[in-house]
């Protein structure tokens, strides 16, 4: 069989190799001359001027904006289910502490007795604002959740690189807000758990649980606090943080809700009572030891 040999200035027409029974098309058909092929090292392990159908499976490849040399790991896709999930991940939780807080904090309260000490007074009182803190706090995590899993189900977003971008862009205060307000509650459950154990079994195993509940938050908090810190997105590419740790988030949780009031009267009214609630707490604890 006869097989024509391109020559090197030919840059026209179409030509095929024929080897046995395979057949490979030449550069032209491409749109190249074999001199561009081989100065540009299109044909990467194989012999200039013996061009294959790499040639055509990179240039489909360009044609895709696709580069084999800098191609990542991360794609734009929608996420929202992933969203969805992380959101759940504090919701169940959080209704399981809510459940628990109501008899250990509030139905089994002890009763102020006429003989208690100022201190006693103001463990009981302390138990008390414990409890409904708990109880507040998951459940405006249920709430904030509730309503992102709710929005990431009914609308349809943008695709983007990470779960953490979309959060980002879309639901950054309910994330943030669903994080510390079930941390919260979290951490003042534990808290109430040491106190209710003090009351029934006596200042001794009082001390105990008391002192392994605040150990847990701590190290709990510490955790936390390296969680914060790793930021979010690419494994190799973490240069985005919500804040440096717990206390930096939560600030970063209050400016969010400063920059609503702009939204309504309710955001007004909801910072205000926290305050007025912030200043009675302290009025509280003068006038027990009045």
């Known amino acids: 069989m006869m097989k024509k040999t391109p020559q090197e200035p030919e840059t026209s027409g179409e030509y095929m ?20 092929v ?15 159908s790499t040639l055509l499976d990179e240039r489909e490849a360009d044609d895709a904006n696709f580069n084999p040399t800098t191609s990542t790991s ?25 459940g628990a807080t109501i008899p250990l904090g509030l139905l089994m309260a002890p009763d102020l007795e006429e003989g208690d000490s100022p201190a006693t007074i103001l463990l009981k009182k302390t138990l008390l604002l414990l409890a ?36 980002e862009n879309h639901f950054e205060l309910a994330w943030i807000g669903t994080n510390i ?4 509650g979290l ?21 105990i649980i008391g002192s392994l509940s605040v150990a847990a938050i701590l190290q709990a908090t510490s955790f936390v606090n390296e969680g914060i810190a790793m ?20 600030m970063r949780y209050i400016r ?17 009572l926290y305050l007025y609630s912030t200043i009675l707490t302290v009025l509280l604890i003068v006038d027990t030891y009045r």
Request: proline letters at 3%; aromatic letters at 10%; glycine letters at 10%.
């Open 17 to 36: 190799l024929l080897e046995g029974n395979e057949s490979h098309y030449g550069a032209n058909d491409v749109g190249l001359s074999f001199r561009e």
């Open 38 to 52: 081989e100065e540009a090292g299109t044909l990467t392990g194989r012999e200039k001027g013996n061009p294959s």
């Open 74 to 98: 991360l794609e734009l896709k929608d996420h929202s289910g992933a969203a969805a999930g992380l959101f759940n991940n504090m919701r169940t939780p959080a209704a399981l502490i809510l």
């Open 132 to 167: 409904m803190s708990s109880l507040l706090s998951e459940i405006l995590a249920i709430t904030y959740a509730t309503v992102a899993i709710n929005k990431l189900s009914e609308l349809q977003y943008h695709r983007t690189m990470t779960v953490a971008d979309l959060i």
């Open 181 to 184: 307000h079930f941390l919260l």
């Open 187 to 207: 951490f003042t459950f534990g808290l109430l758990v040491g106190f209710r154990a003090y009351f029934k079994y006596g200042e001794p195993a009082g001390k």
């Open 231 to 250: 930021g979010h997105g690419d494994i190799d590419n973490t240069e985005f943080q919500f804040a440096n740790n717990l206390f930096m988030l939560t």
């Open 256 to 272: 969010l809700l400063l920059c609503r009031v702009k939204k309504g009267p309710l955001p007004i009214i909801s910072i205000g």
